[in-house]
């Protein structure tokens, strides 16, 4: 294909002056000279000029200087084609349909059209003046951060003719998309507009009808969802949601049926794998846009000759990717549930304390093969009642946080502590264990000193329960006690101080902000809020430590110091909190993050 070169100008005012010709080029003709290679070669082949002249695409250009390019402008087009993600898959007279990435902007699709038709030589209608190229029309929506198939025409008549196939159903839209949970094919062949009607919470404010007010904004017919047809393809199991299901649609009527599949499927209680409306977001799947694709498209031809337009595209890779990587989540997760409560019933022959009823008979030769329902996202620790810290078994319930490997690091730190302390005798010193919840602290501390003694404190009831347990299960009760107490008592406590004065504490507060916890809910909506989450950005159990500390330094010893684990990024406010203690040591986890902080209590405050 044969095309005249045409000259392009831009004239240099003060913000461009002193800029080299060659990023003047870049910038300033982006839109003639889609990629960077394009204005290099254009300078190459000395086809810029300034003020009449070729120059070196060195030259500084100054106020007033009058650029020239001249432009191919089918050269210019293609360059812009390959910049954007997008396949021709059917053309007719006025009619085509592209296959769009992920990124495409509406924009992007209607000015391809015609682009791609010229490149390709497959009509000769396509008006284009310098490079620029009338778009045509987008008839059915896609998001710009979906995958999919998009009807386009050139004319008004066109589309007008396309939306009335469209109103007469005679147009289908069909849609792979990937939703949460088990989607059951009964029940989806079941569903009709008036079931799911009677299932939505109709009434707003006004006393309008909320699912009437939704047809209504979207131009949709109140028996759009009659008009849906979902086949099940295959399901597939998640650790974090239960399950995933792989769906087929046909939708019909609309020029919005990606929109229409996804509140189909959220009013069924199968919202698509995303973050638009009506989708949900995997809880470890950030991505921005929604697992659904147009994939099909049929329709009468519109040359009248009867034909059938049938357009298919394939199922996004993504789709295949998400199933496989939640499914193989899925496994470990068995496998380390299996593990775990096998490990839990050797522990349960081996001592005479009893786990959680529904597991305090298995062991390792019965739970071979056994499927443990770890699909709503319950830690495998609470499935078990156990959990392995610093190399001991804990019995832990959902009354307790579950002891992390991070957190071995404060017990690291407390033991170092206490075995440099060479002028003291083991059977002399004593430790607490502020916010003990299930013990293991505290136990895991004696278990590695031996003659220490301790005390661990919290303000939960239940989780005390379980830290005596702990203490029985590991011949503690002669060296450990617990209190019920709180951060901002705990230093005036009688029964507290008689135990003391204490050599260190040790304590692991909860540090989760308010705003961080709705981030985090899936992976810590099982646990004990009290033992995760405080106020103050996270910085409040710091705050009342402090300060029920310094109303009584005498429950430490002289030089006796405080190690807390902090979150990532909480350090220095800790610091601030504690900034007339002396910081005598920092520790980072398994992972380089700074974890555990000591301060040495002061002489007076």
Request: net charge neutral.
């Amino acid at each position: 294909m044969t095309s005249n070169l045409f000259v392009k100008e831009r004239k240099v005012d003060n913000k461009g002056s002193g800029t080299k010709l060659r990023n003047f080029i870049v910038h300033q003709f982006r839109q003639e000279l889609a990629i960077r290679a394009d204005a290099i070669a254009a300078l190459r082949q000395k086809r810029v000029r300034v003020n009449g002249a070729t120059v070196l695409d060195s030259y500084q250009l100054k106020e007033g200087d009058l650029v020239q390019v001249e432009i191919d402008p089918i050269q210019a087009i293609q360059s812009r084609l390959h910049s954007i993600d997008i396949e021709l898959r059917h053309a007719e007279d006025g009619l085509a349909v592209l296959a769009k990435a992920p990124g495409v902007s509406c924009p992007d699709v209607e000015w391809a059209a015609p682009a791609l038709l010229l490149v390709s030589q497959e009509t000769q209608c396509v008006e284009i003046k310098g490079c620029q190229i009338n778009p045509w029309i987008a008839v059915n929506t896609v998001e710009k951060s979906t995958r999919g198939l998009v009807l386009v025409v050139d004319t008004e008549e066109r589309r007008d003719a396309v939306l009335q196939l469209i109103k007469s159903g005679k147009v289908g839209f069909g849609i792979c998309a990937l939703c949460q949970g088990s989607a059951d094919q009964d029940i989806i062949n079941n569903a009709s507009a008036e079931s799911i009607a009677a299932g939505v919470n109709q009434v707003v404010s006004d006393g309008a009808n909320r699912l009437d007010m939704w047809y209504a904004d979207n131009g949709l017919p109140s028996d759009i969802f009659n008009n849906v047809d979902v086949e099940v393809l295959s399901t597939w199991k998640s650790s974090s949601v239960g399950h995933l299901s792989v769906v087929k649609g046909l939708v019909r009527r609309t020029v919005k049926p990606g929109l229409v599949l996804r509140r189909f499927l959220y009013e069924l209680g199968h919202p698509v794998v995303g973050t638009q409306t009506y989708s949900l977001p995997l809880p470890n799947h950030r991505d921005k846009g929604v697992l659904l694709s147009i994939v099909s498209i049929e329709m009468p031809s519109l040359t009248g000759n009867g034909s059938q337009i049938s357009v298919s595209d394939t199922v996004p890779p993504k789709f295949q990717a998400v199933c496989e990587r939640e499914s193989r989540f899925y496994q470990q997760r068995q496998e380390k549930a299996r593990t775990d409560i096998a490990d839990a019933g050797e522990y349960s022959k081996n001592t005479s304390i009893s786990l959680l009823a529904q597991h305090s008979e298995t062991d390792s030769d019965t739970m071979e093969g056994v499927e443990v329902d770890v699909t709503k996202g319950k830690p495998v620790a609470y499935i078990s009642g156990f959990k392995r810290f610093c190399g001991y078994a804990f019995h832990v319930t959902p009354d307790t946080l579950i002891p992390r490997p991070s957190t071995e690091t404060l017990v690291s730190t407390t033991v170092e502590h206490l075995k440099n302390q060479t002028s003291r005798e083991p059977g002399s010193m004593r430790i607490m264990d502020l916010g003990t919840g299930s013990g293991c602290i505290l136990l895991s501390v004696l278990l590695c000193v031996g003659g220490v003694r301790g005390i661990g404190i919290d303000i939960s009831d239940p989780a005390l329960e379980v830290a005596r347990r702990n203490c029985e299960l590991h011949s503690m009760q002669d060296r450990a006690i617990f209190r019920t107490n709180s951060f901002s008592s705990f230093a005036l406590d009688p029964f507290v101080m008689a135990q003391g004065p204490f050599d260190f504490i040790a304590c692991n507060p909860p540090y989760i902000s308010d705003r961080k916890a709705n981030r985090m809910r899936a992976t810590i909506g099982h646990e004990p809020p009290l033992a995760l989450i405080a106020e103050d950005g996270g910085y409040q159990a710091y705050r009342d430590i402090c300060k029920s500390l310094e109303a009584n330094l005498s429950i430490l010893r002289t030089g006796g110091s405080i190690g807390f684990e902090v979150g990532k990024g909480m350090a220095e406010g800790v610091r601030r909190i504690f900034s007339r203690w002396k910081e005598t040591g920092s520790f980072e986890d398994q992972h380089g993050f700074l974890r555990v902080i000591v301060f040495q209590r002061p002489a007076s405050v």
